[in-house]
């Protein structure tokens, strides 16, 4: 028995090829998938499992991250006003490796419910240590898509309890990848994921990168040229710049997702260009750490991939992709100009160009017949949105003006995981208290 709802909303944000604003037409979807567009004088049909009569509301893709940690939200505000290195030695190594399995597990819950309260319906996860079942699990159960997999480290001089050995490391993500890649009906993958550069040996980049090629639409993800202390540090260890140094050993190609890459040289996006290596671009965190601003108009002038993550809730402090994108856009206006990362740029970066980046642009990204029904309904009727109808102002009331308030409800492959602003998925209060209780314990697990 197949499944069908039909939504009618005030207009829809496409996202397609063209650009494509529709009003008076609705979208019908029939089990996971869109399956086609009706104009709105021509519904004949009112035996739909479900008709949504959203006439006040924007229908729009669901939005993408491709950078963010579901094990640290626990630890928001606990990590201000630090450094990258220092953020990581001083609190954040130390309270991921205090992670039990029912911590990592109502951290994962507390994230998923956030990004989901505000649009985000795929994502990609660095995953922690240990207990990367957990977090995969938890993706599957909630009914979002993402990717995430075990967080590799095998030298740590910052915190050295933190870290495994090489061996287990890869014998461990085989054993995940081959239980969670491609799990939940296909909406969870596997990546494989190098903390980064200085806490991993060569042998545990290359082994991982070969590894991955037995897994076909997983990705390799991990962190490089964030802050300058971590690329003096990689220049004094191998006598090279970051992402130099990861083409050396041939971890790059276009299944490599990098988050940051605030510090590179023209010779370092030439290799980015070369191989096809897609960047995670986190504003916020790299403005909270002080990291610096990486030069996106320029990655985006030399065809680069960039998309948009929030990275993790302790150097944010919020998962909110509203956030990102109107960050995104306006630290690089002083700078380029006032012509540069204009409203519409920055929804695709969260959207279509988020699919592509993680070889998804054949499921989701944007609202066209034949893909998966990953949806958000967004009201721009509120008081602090545009008073005007244009189509023209349409991605600046969502860039500018927007925040995850707006959201009303969040559909993914097919099924509403938030309505009416309700969680269909998590009980807030309940997973709140939750994290509560284990943040106590968790701290006094920490010598
Ligand atoms: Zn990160």
Redesign the pocket.
């Known amino acids: 028995m197949k499944k069908t709802i039909l939504i009618i909303p005030k207009r829809i944000i496409t996202c397609d090829y063209e650009n494509r604003i529709l009003k008076d037409t609705a979208v019908e979807i029939i089990d996971d998938k869109i399956s086609s567009f009706i104009p709105v004088t021509e519904i004949v049909n009112q035996n739909y499992n479900e008709i949504i009569d959203a006439k006040n509301l924007t229908l729009i893709p669901g939005f993408i991250q491709t ?1 963010v ?1 579901l094990s640290q939200t626990l630890f928001r505000g606990l990590a201000d006003d630090l450094s990258l290195l220092d953020w990581l030695r001083l609190k954040i190594f130390p309270f991921e490796n205090a992670h039990s399995k029912e911590s990592l597990k109502v951290t994962t819950q507390l994230s998923i419910n956030e990004l989901l309260m505000g649009g985000t319906t795929t994502l990609l996860d ?1 995953g922690t240590l240990r207990y990367g079942e957990v977090v995969l699990q938890e993706l599957i159960d909630a009914g979002i898509r993402g990717f995430s997999g075990k967080c590799l480290i095998d030298i740590n001089d910052l915190y050295s309890d933190f870290k495994s050995s090489t061996e287990d490391e890869l014998k461990d993500i085989e054993a995940l990848a081959k239980n969670f890649h491609n799990s939940g009906e296909g909406r969870v993958k596997y990546s494989f994921s190098p903390r980064f550069v200085l806490s991993c040996t060569e042998m545990l980049l290359k082994e991982t990168k070969n590894l991955m090629q037995d897994y076909s639409g997983s990705v390799y993800h991990t ?1 490089s040229s964030e802050s300058i202390d971590e690329i003096n540090e990689v220049r004094k260890r191998f006598q090279k710049e970051n992402v130099e140094y990861f083409n050396s050993i041939g971890v790059l190609d276009d299944h490599t997702v990098l ?2 890459c605030v510090h590179t040289s023209s010779r370092e996006r030439k290799m980015l260009k070369e191989k096809d290596t897609r960047i995670a671009h ?1 504003p916020s ?1 790299n403005m909270k750490l002080g990291s610096g601003i990486a030069s996106i108009p320029q990655y985006i002038k030399e065809g680069i991939s960039v998309t948009l993550g929030a ?2 809730a302790p ?1 944010n402090n919020n998962l909110s992709i509203f956030n990102e994108m109107r960050l995104a856009s306006l630290i690089q206006k002083p700078i380029h100009g006032t012509d540069v990362m204009d409203a519409k740029t920055l929804f695709r970066m969260a959207t279509i160009e988020g699919a592509k980046a993680l070889h998804l642009e054949n499921e989701v990204g944007s609202i066209e017949v034949g893909k998966k029904a990953d949806l958000v309904l967004i009201d721009l009727d509120n008081y602090s949105n545009s008073y005007s109808d244009s189509d023209d102002s349409i991605y600046s009331d969502i860039v500018f003006s927007s925040s995850a308030e707006n959201v009303k409800s969040v559909m993914v492959d097919g099924n509403w995981l938030v309505k009416d602003r309700k969680s269909q998925v998590y009980d807030s209060q309940e997973i709140v208290a939750k994290g509560r209780e284990q943040l106590k314990d968790l701290l006094k697990r920490i010598k």
């Open positions: 950078h940690h660095m962190h988050a940051h986190c965190a990275d993790g150097c």
